[in-house]
């Protein structure tokens, strides 16, 4: 087998081991504490922001455009509609700012 693949595989692994990891922790726990929930809770508001800071830092008008009618459709609509607007704005403003 390739280099490749091998790296494909152990990644593969490492990636579901981690995330059936976290399952099987809090899966003996009969209540979990509030504090934990809290903090399992604002894991998805912080990889988000993880992924959408850097680019919007070093992002042109395509992006802040698309970023504020993402921000604008998440007060009334829900994801699909969101992903699928905003995805239409970048890739128009792209076209037009070059």
């Keep these: 087998m390739s280099a490749t693949l091998w790296i494909i595989l152990c990644g593969a692994v ?31 508001a912080a990889v988000l922001t993880t992924l959408v800071a850097p680019t919007a830092m070093t992002a042109g008008p395509a992006e802040w455009a698309a970023l504020i009618v993402a921000v604008l459709m998440s007060l009334r609509f829900g994801m699909l509609a969101l992903f699928l607007v905003s995805a239409a704005v970048l890739i128009a403003g792209r076209q037009i700012f070059g």
């Design 14 to 44: 490492a990636t579901y081991l981690t995330r059936i990891g976290g399952h099987l922790v809090l899966s003996r726990f009969d209540r979990i504490h509030p504090r934990v929930e809290a903090g399992l809770n604002a894991v998805p």
